[in-house]
């Protein structure tokens, strides 16, 4: 075989295997997608289930459509256990796990009628720093609330 033969056949080499190694890595990024949009629907199917399936929550938000006396009738741990979970959303936010529309989409509501709830926040210190993660998720909901356009390519995981 002559030489140039040679050199040729290492240059297809060299180019199958670099056409191998693009392939390969772009399967990579791919799967490594597919498990992000995974953990981001998990994340939020147990999120949601938390909100409508803990009678707790689902008491106090049916209270909180329309601002129910009886809100000041529910232990401070339950409250604090709501407001908690809307901060457990708020940084599922604030990490990229969700998007700011899909919160706002299905939590968002019930975090804007909790802060604008006179009967929630009865003996609760409001002021507390401890409340700043829930007040700026509030603000963040208030926000996408004013510019809400329906949009399904923006509701997505």
Not at 19 to 28: C, P, Q, Y
Not at 72 to 92: C, D, H, T, Y
Not at 143 to 151: A, G, I, N, V
Request: with cysteine; charged share 25%.
């Amino acid at each position: 075989m002559p030489p140039h033969w040679l050199d040729y056949g290492k240059d297809v080499a060299i180019i199958l295997a670099g056409i191998v190694a693009l392939i390969t890595f772009l399967h990579g990024v791919l799967e490594y997608q597919r498990q992000g949009a995974q953990l981001r629907t998990q994340q939020f199917v147990q999120m949601r289930r938390r909100l409508t399936e803990d009678p707790s929550f689902r008491n106090i938000c049916e209270m909180l459509d329309t601002d129910d006396p009886r809100l000041r009738e529910i232990p401070l741990q339950e409250k604090r256990n709501f407001g908690g979970f809307m901060e457990e959303v708020a940084l599922l936010v604030n990490s990229g796990v969700l998007t700011k529309e899909v919160a706002h989409y299905m939590f968002g509501y019930y975090a804007i009628l909790c802060d604008g709830s006179i009967n929630f926040w009865h003996n609760i210190d409001r002021r507390s720093i401890y409340w700043n993660i829930f007040d700026d998720f509030v603000e963040q909901m208030k926000t996408c609330e004013q510019s809400f356009k329906f949009d399904r390519k923006r509701l997505r995981f």
